[in-house]
């Protein structure tokens, strides 16, 4: 099949170009594109639980703990005792990370506006669309025949 052709080969491609594109802005506040990420997930005004921050970035524990020390290294964030569970962390902005968050924030704004720009609505519709479906087939295991094992 033609790379050019290939569904999943287009979805990678462009992915890593966006990645590239977030990383290198992101690179002029000494910052990346995961940390961004975590920044605009967080509540801005509560703060969220960092048990809840994995899944809602679909993002691995070990990652996420790395970004998370890191962002607090950099005063981007505190870590709180969750007055609901007290073994749990509430994972809040600070002033710094607030500020961060704001810059992330027109990033993705300022990415989106000029795509929209050069898109017709109807055509990003059908874009949400087909990504939607391919998430849906992904869950729900549509994609690949399980292999049966033999015993």
């Known amino acids: ?5 290939s569904i999943d080969h287009q979805l990678r491609a462009t992915w890593q170009a966006v990645a590239k594109m977030y990383n290198e802005q992101a690179a002029n506040y000494n910052s990346t594109m995961a940390t961004a990420f975590v920044l605009l997930n967080i509540d801005k005004e509560n703060g969220t639980p ?3 921050l994995g899944p809602l970035m679909g ?4 990652s996420l703990s790395r970004i998370l020390k890191s962002m607090e290294e950099k005063g981007a964030i505190s870590r709180e005792k969750n007055p609901d569970d007290g073994r749990g962390v509430i994972v809040k902005l600070t002033t710094y990370g607030l500020e961060m968050r704001k810059f992330s924030k027109n990033h993705v704004y300022q990415f989106n506006n000029v795509i929209r720009e050069h898109i017709e609505e109807d055509e990003l519709e059908a874009f949400f669309k087909v990504t939607v479906t391919i998430n849906k087939l992904i ?3 549509k ?9």
């Open 143 to 151: 994609i690949f025949e399980p292999i049966q094992q033999d015993h």
């Open 59 to 62: 993002m691995e524990p070990t």
């Open 139 to 141: 869950a729900e295991k």
């Open 50 to 52: 960092s048990t809840a």
């Open 1 to 5: 099949m033609d790379k050019n052709k």
